[in-house]
């Protein structure tokens, strides 16, 4: 069901969303070493793979020490960005949950939270990427990164 609709997201039929963190999971091979296409200051990024495509997941490092605020101003206006030389922003994850860890030789437990704050974007390959960067291309690629306030022009 999740999967359908960022399908649909990909191929334009929707507008992004928010999306689960088990589905986000579960297309990059529960973020495997071998998805691994990259690494920012602030995130590790994963290759998802989808019936009809790929897609880049952007998993945000200690998610904990990230204010909040900043990122739902980045999803708001990445939710806002439509520009054809822009990569696609296709949805964000936010979720919240507690785990219980047993404190050792006791029966009581302890309460972690567990934050998880992933961005979805459409997946640029490095292909298109050296064409955009050779000029081979008509139009130049802009990534923009608003949270950290980092804008790419190519
Ligand atoms: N849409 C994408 N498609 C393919 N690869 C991507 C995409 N977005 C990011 N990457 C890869 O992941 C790397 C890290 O991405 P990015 O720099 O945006 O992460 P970040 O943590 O937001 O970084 P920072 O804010 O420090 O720039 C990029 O250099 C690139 O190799």
Redesign the pocket.
Known sequence: MDLEVLQRILDGREKPTNLSFELLKNITENFSHDRE?????????Y?GVLPNGN??V?R??NSHSINEALFYREVDSLLNIEHKNV?RFLGFCASTDQTAIQIEGSKQHIYAEVRERLLC?????NGS?QKYIAGTLLHPIY?A?I??C?I?LV
């Open positions: 296409i990259g690494h920012g200051g602030f995130a590790t990024v290759k897609v880049a952007k945000i490092r990569v974007f459409e997946y640029i390959s990427l990534v990164d949270t950290y980092l790419i």
